[in-house]
């Protein structure tokens, strides 16, 4: 017979991939806290990592890069260039507009990687150095750089 406070206890899943899901769906949860503070949103950290990559990239590739319509990166980058983190030049007729990130910007996104390195911290401080390394060889091996989100370790 199963007692009733185990019922109340949450199980862990067998699935590798369910444990990430979880776990990643916690890790998204603390860093858009940490991410709120700066009044930032995960939107616009990625549109100021990929920008401070690739300042040529239009607002079609930003937007299909982080997986939305081109009118919702407009907002995004809207509310960045508001905040002074992003700059639009506008060269001649028939040219596209160029997006660079400011000093400003540059600031937030160092702001932002202090974040991650304190949640990095929190997150493996009961790890050791070999298993924090593994656990990145194998995240990685799961998730290339190059699909990975701007910024990341």
Sequence with gaps: MTDMAD???????????????????????RLEDELAALDLTLRHYGALGHLSHRPDLSYSDLARRAGITTQSMHATVRALEERGAVRRSLPGHG????LEITDHGRELLAAVSEA???????????LT???RSG???????????????PGGR
């Design 129 to 131: 150095e070999e298993q």
């Design 116 to 126: 991650a390195a304190g949640l990095d911290q929190q997150l493996l401080a009961h």
């Design 7 to 29: 019922a109340d206890e949450p199980t862990t899943p067998d699935s590798l991939t369910l444990l990430l899901v979880t776990a990643g769906r916690v890790l998204s949860r």
């Design 95 to 98: 040219h596209a507009a160029r």
């Design 135 to 149: 656990l990145r060889a194998g995240l990685l091996a799961l998730a290339p750089p190059s699909t990975q989100r």
